[in-house]
């Protein structure tokens, strides 16, 4: 790559201010609305129960293709772009259903949900299947691919990259959420250990940590040494010279191993993000570290990576925090007699929890940014401070609340399922392949959708082309992504690191 060319590159992403997190909203909302149109099409009509061609191409475009037209065509309406996709959802809710196929299958489902008495519902898994979960995790993921290659080209607003120092933008927001959604899983192991009664010792949970954390670091290795090799245009203020996202994912799970010893003092995985959140902030205050990572010169290795290091203590608040919020919706609710309409009951005590846990973490981002009534703290991604933390929290919360609702609205059946087979039934009947495939191996997609960027990237000069000819790109990027991820879950191929 030609020197110019890469400092051309570089400076199309830096010093940039974002945007206002309502745009943001407006922008991310698309992905529930094309949710909610998905579960309308297979609720009312059934018409990803037979998955052909043609339902494919539907799951594509609306699970992807709006989501890549919010962040580019889109992006100056993306109000519009919602009304069009929620109209003819709320329409396709006020129709009857009409086909035969849908009516087959509605009966059975309601008498299984009412036979299912008072004992049925014993056999369920203390785990079940969260298809919401699965649709927030699959439309993040989507999300962040698109972001990483979009944000090459001129379409894509430079209100959504990155920000330099303080504000919010799109970008920040998919790195964030990326790291909470991990935090959400990573409370599945932590459940199960809790049922089975199990304890395990410090020096057993960082060797269990140490083992998922050597891929990533090897993965955040040959980034480096790639990025070097090849001369790639590099932005140093987002972690520094020689750290990047792979090594922050690294060093999370023994970090987060040695907070689990914390737990048994502070049992909430909430209070402790915050308890961490609110530590870095005050050193942030307090002290020179604040003025450190922004202006430091960079003469050694610690201040060359500055920003890695220290933003990594905010990232692992906001893992913390996902895990907190995972802990209370994977599992099945306990205490409820098994009945369906206890069931109903346990689904709307789901729903009040996340809401109001939405709206607390909002309550305190509001109360650390307002000038007026609270501490007028900043947002910055660049040190992952207090109000990062708090902001990346809320919309989260906030995200899988509404995936739950969807669910919880369209397909009834996964929360009233009488037995395992059913409940396995209606989630997947619930689940959009594309979101689902995603979701199922979703590191792995992430880095082959890195690994395409950096080939588009030097075979393009991405700020020379043309919208129809960056949105092609795009297109083609995003459904070879997709074709692979669909490809890999049909054939039942799970990727882990």
């Known amino acids: 790559m030609a020197q110019s060319y890469k400092t051309l590159k570089e400076d199309f992403v830096s010093n940039l201010s974002g945007g206002q997190i309502s745009e943001i909203n407006y922008v991310t909302a698309v992905a529930p609305a094309a949710v909610l149109l998905w579960s309308a099409l297979q609720s009312r009509q059934a018409f990803f129960v037979k998955y052909g061609p043609a339902a494919f191409a539907t799951d594509f475009l609306l699970n992807v293709g709006a989501i890549l037209l919010a962040t580019t065509l889109y992006s100056s309406v993306p109000v519009l772009l919602n009304l069009l996709l929620l109209?003819?959802?709320?329409?396709?809710?006020?129709?009857?259903?009409?086909?035969?196929?849908?009516?087959?299958?509605?009966?059975?489902?309601?008498?299984?949900?009412?036979?299912?008495?008072?004992?049925m519902r014993d056999n369920l898994e203390p785990l079940p299947i969260r298809p919401f979960v699965t649709s927030y995790r699959g439309a993040m993921m989507v999300v962040t691919c698109i972001a990483i290659l979009a944000v090459d080209f001129e379409v894509f607003p430079r209100r959504f990259a990155k920000v330099e120092n303080w504000g919010t933008s799109l970008m920040d927001m998919g790195v964030g959420s990326f790291v909470f959604s991990a935090g959400v899983v990573a409370a599945k192991p932590i459940l199960k250990d809790r049922m089975a009664g199990k304890t395990s010792t410090l020096p057993q949970r960082l060797l269990r940590s140490i083992r998922h954390s050597l891929p990533l670091l090897g993965l955040g290795l040959v980034r480096l040494y790639s990025v070097k090799g090849l001369d790639y245009a590099e932005h140093v203020t987002e972690y520094g010279v020689h750290w990047n996202f792979f090594f922050t994912l690294a060093f999370l799970p023994p970090f987060v191993a040695l907070f689990q010893t914390f737990f048994a003092l502070i049992p909430s995985y909430e209070i402790l993000s915050l308890l961490l959140s609110s530590i870095y902030q005050s050193s942030l205050e307090f002290t020179r570290l604040k003025a450190y990572i922004l202006t430091a010169p960079r003469t050694n290795l610690l201040s060359q990576n500055r920003e890695g290091v220290f933003s990594f203590f905010g990232y692992l608040a906001i893992f913390l925090a996902g895990q907190g919020t995972g802990i209370y919706i994977l599992p099945r609710g306990v205490g409820l007699s098994p009945n369906s309409a206890n069931a109903t009951e346990q689904r709307g005590r789901l729903l009040i929890r996340l809401m109001s846990s939405s709206f607390i973490w909002t309550l305190l981002l509001v109360l650390a940014t307002s000038y007026k009534y609270g501490f007028g703290l900043q947002v910055s991604r660049r040190l992952a401070n207090l109000p990062y933390v708090l902001w990346v929290s809320a919309f989260n919360c906030t995200q899988i609340a509404i995936f739950c609702v969807i669910e919880t609205i369209s397909f009834p059946g996964v929360h009233k399922a009488a037995d395992k087979t059913l409940e396995r039934r209606e989630s997947m009947k619930a689940t959009s392949r594309v979101l689902k495939a995603f979701n199922t191996n979703g590191l792995a997609i992430f880095l082959l959708a890195n690994l395409l960027t950096g080939v588009v990237n030097l075979t393009i000069k991405t700020l020379s082309v043309g919208r129809e000819v960056a949105m092609g790109v795009l297109v083609a990027y995003a459904g070879l992504?997709?074709?692979?991820?669909?490809?890999?879950?049909?054939?039942?191929?799970?990727?882990?690191?």
């Open 481 to 497: 992504l997709t074709g692979i991820a669909v490809t890999l879950d049909a054939w039942d191929i799970s990727i882990k690191m």
């Open 87 to 119: 109209s003819p959802a709320f329409v396709i809710y006020l129709l009857p259903v009409t086909t035969p196929s849908q009516k087959k299958l509605s009966k059975p489902q309601q008498g299984n949900g009412v036979m299912a008495g008072s004992g």
